[in-house]
């Protein structure tokens, strides 16, 4: 079984950046399709993006053209990389493969 654990959440000022990292633990991880999702206050879980075992891409309208969703397999490690934050963008951040579990998640504030 692998374990996802998202780190590199914070407070940012709207227009900043970050990056947010989902390390895992266990075999197999670069065959894995990895979703980032987000859930803000009294608001549904949503997919952010997700990237597949070959690289391939997709985002959410609401991320596209601020949002990279990159991963290293050799660090069995997913990235989101956030640039031009808005307040909107404030929730706790999960990734997530099919049949995973949910972690703790990572935090991210962008205050106006």
């Known amino acids: 079984q692998v374990q996802l654990v998202e780190s590199g959440g914070g407070l940012v000022q709207a227009g900043g950046s970050l990056r947010l990292s989902c390390a895992a633990s266990g075999s197999i991880f670069s065959t894995k399709l990895i979703f980032w999702y987000r859930q803000a206050?009294?608001?549904?879980?949503?997919?952010?993006?997700?990237?597949?075992?070959?690289?391939?891409?997709?985002?959410?309208d609401s991320v596209k053209g601020r949002f990279t969703i990159?991963?290293?397999?050799?660090?069995?490690?997913?990235?989101?990389?956030?640039?031009?934050?808005?307040?909107?963008?404030?929730?706790?951040?999960y990734c997530l493969y099919p049949g995973g579990s949910w972690g703790q998640g990572t935090q991210v504030t962008v205050s106006a």
């Open 41 to 60: 206050p009294g608001k549904q879980r949503e997919s952010v993006a997700h990237i597949t075992p070959g690289g391939s891409t997709a985002y959410a």
């Open 70 to 93: 990159s991963r290293d397999n050799a660090k069995n490690t997913v990235y989101l990389k956030m640039n031009s934050l808005k307040p909107e963008d404030t929730a706790v951040y």
